[in-house]
Structures are given as structure tokens and as C-alpha cells.
């Protein structure tokens, strides 16, 4: 079993800048083999990738945040964060991590709420 733990959540004012983390943990996981994504659902929508990273330090973003957010991972400390900058004002939604060899994998962290107000 996997247990990821996201945090960092809040609110923040548009055009502002908040950096989640997430936090992996299981006795018999091996963070650096995983790949690594962080997903959003906003009410009433299905929940959409926003940024993923391979093992191997391979990224790609949906293209709603490219050049706005930015995916990295410390294996060190087995977690994974995403730099969100120049947030838009839209509904709120609440951030998943996810990890697995193939995306999305089986594990998924309980979500973080990001509202962003004008």
C-alpha cells in the first residue's frame, strides 16, 4: 500500500503563487521508480491531468498551465510538489496526486482545495 498526502492548499488571489506538496510513503514502495502526476477536478468536471513527471525526469504539462506550472520531485524525501504561478481566477478545484509506474496509477492522495478569487 501507498499513502500520499497532499498539502499546501489555500486561497489565493489571482495572479498569485502557491507550491503543493505531496508526500509518499508505503513499506514496500520505491518512490524513484514512479512516475509522478498531479490531477484537478473542479465541481461538476472530470478530473484532468496538470502536470506529470517520469522516473527519468520527463515532463509534460496540460497546456492550461504551461509556462505557469512546473512539476518536481525530491526522492530523497519521497515527495513530489508543483509550483503553480500567475493563477487565474476560476472555480475552485481540488488537486489529486497520483503515482504509479504508468499514469494515472492506483494511488491517489484525499486532495487539496485551491480556490483562486479575482
Known amino acids: 500500500q501507498v499513502q500520499l498526502v497532499e498539502s499546501g492548499g489555500g486561497l489565493v488571489q489571482a495572479g498569485g503563487s502557491l507550491r503543493l506538496s505531496c508526500a509518499a510513503s508505503g513499506s514496500t514502495f520505491t518512490f524513484s521508480i514512479n512516475a509522478i502526476g498531479w490531477y484537478r477536478q473542479a465541481p461538476g468536471k472530470q478530473r484532468e491531468l496538470v502536470a506529470a513527471m517520469r522516473s527519468g525526469g520527463t515532463t509534460n504539462y496540460a497546456d492550461f498551465v504551461k509556462g505557469r506550472f512546473a512539476i518536481s520531485r525530491d526522492n530523497a524525501k519521497n515527495t513530489v510538489y508543483l509550483q503553480m504561478n500567475s493563477l487565474h481566477p476560476e472555480a475552485p478545484a481540488v488537486y489529486y496526486c497520483?503515482?504509479?509506474?504508468?499514469?494515472?496509477?492506483?494511488?491517489w492522495g484525499q486532495g487539496t482545495q485551491v480556490p483562486v478569487s479575482s
Open positions: 497520483n503515482i504509479g509506474r504508468v499514469l494515472p496509477g492506483a494511488y
